[in-house]
């Protein structure tokens, strides 16, 4: 943790601000000049190095409460706040020069571009292993990242390096421990459908968003036919299974989409008569990502539950509930349908 998070932190209990940080370990990394402004003063930078906190705690003035600062993540669950499911990307180290990773990213952020992150505060609420994260401070946004899993943020931590603009957070998005009206971005993406109250969950993290700043959210849309009954099979078997049986049953469905999806689509979808009929082959635009990618994307599609699908107008209804201006909701079709919604907060 930098001490710079300090500055948009607040108690999921209460939300009470500033928290008091008690450092019991930390290290020194460097960092180079053209990560800050020029003249920028930047808590617990100095000399070419940042300070990054291993181990400590915060306390909440307000309420008294404690959180643990643990392996360099600040740990603030809300009280009776559930941590995430195991994911199966905890070992996945990000391999940035896959083009498909940051193709799939503008896709989902669309119509987002890489300039309307530079020089903004942003926050992915729901970051799983961090490869959105990863892209937002490529594109020279400081970056604040949470989930609920520990496993989640572990990678995400792993994922994102020496970002030195980059901070990761253990906590719950329904409590997100941040204070209102801080972000210029707030993006939230494949999480909205696996809550158990989605639309609370956006009114909340809209609640982050400064006046004249944007919320982006992307979620599945409705399901149809032999696509809802197959998921839904595949859920249900899914959720009897040990974490090691889904890795088996996961690397099985992986072989399959390689064999019968991916390759017949990396090799033939160039060939006119074959491209359009190849794109209905199920998640065929992840033929790129590696193997071992590919299995833990299975195992988090199995293992979290979906608890909705949502049509592109209700997504318009709620930005325009909620006072949002310039809303933009656009409908997406790789594998199947999904929704992306963008909102300006006024």
């Given amino acids: 943790m930098k001490r710079r998070l300090l500055d948009w932190l ?12 008690t450092v019991d370990s930390s290290v020194f990394r460097k960092v180079y000049t053209g990560h800050w402004e020029p003249g920028e003063e930047v808590p617990g930078a100095d000399a070419g190095q940042i300070e990054e906190i291993e181990q400590g705690s915060l306390a909440c003035p307000a309420c008294a409460a404690r959180y643990p600062i643990t392996e360099g993540i600040p740990r603030l669950m809300a009280p009776g706040s559930e941590a995430g499911p195991a994911t199966g990307h905890r070992w996945t180290e990000f391999e940035r020069a896959v083009p498909e990773f940051e193709k799939n990213f503008l896709d989902i952020a669309a119509p987002l571009k890489p300039g309307d992150f530079t020089g903004k505060l942003v926050l992915d609420a729901g970051c799983g292993f961090g490869r959105h994260s990863l892209f937002a401070a490529r594109y020279g946004a400081e970056v604040v990242a949470i989930d609920n899993s520990s496993e989640a943020v572990a990678s995400c931590r792993q994922n994102l390096g020496d970002a030195a603009r980059a901070h990761v957070i253990q906590a719950d998005v329904a409590h997100p421990p941040l204070r209102r009206g801080t972000f210029d971005l707030v993006f939230s993406y494949g999480v909205l459908h696996h809550v158990a109250e989605p639309l609370e969950v956006f009114k909340t993290i809209g609640e982050l968003v400064a006046p004249g700043g944007r919320l982006s959210i992307w979620v599945y849309g409705p399901r149809q036919g032999t696509t809802r009954v197959a998921t839904g099979a595949l859920r249900g078997a899914a959720a009897a299974m040990t974490a090691e049986q889904l890795h088996q049953f996961s690397r099985l469905i992986a072989s399959g989409l390689r064999i019968f999806s991916h390759t017949p689509y990396r090799f033939l979808s160039p060939i006119p008569p074959f ?8 998640v065929h635009d992840h033929h790129r990502w590696p193997y071992d990618v590919v299995v833990a994307d299975v195992y988090d599609r199995l293992r979290v539950p979906v608890t909705g699908y949502f049509p592109g107008e209700e997504l318009e209804r709620w930005f325009a509930e909620a006072g949002y201006a310039d809303i933009k909701v656009t409908r997406r079709v790789a594998n199947t349908e999904s929704f992306r919604g963008l909102g300006t907060r006024r």
């Fill in 10 to 21: 607040a108690c999921p209990a209460c939300s009470g601000f500033p928290l008091k940080l």
């Fill in 275 to 282: 491209g359009s009929l190849l794109s209905h082959l199920p």
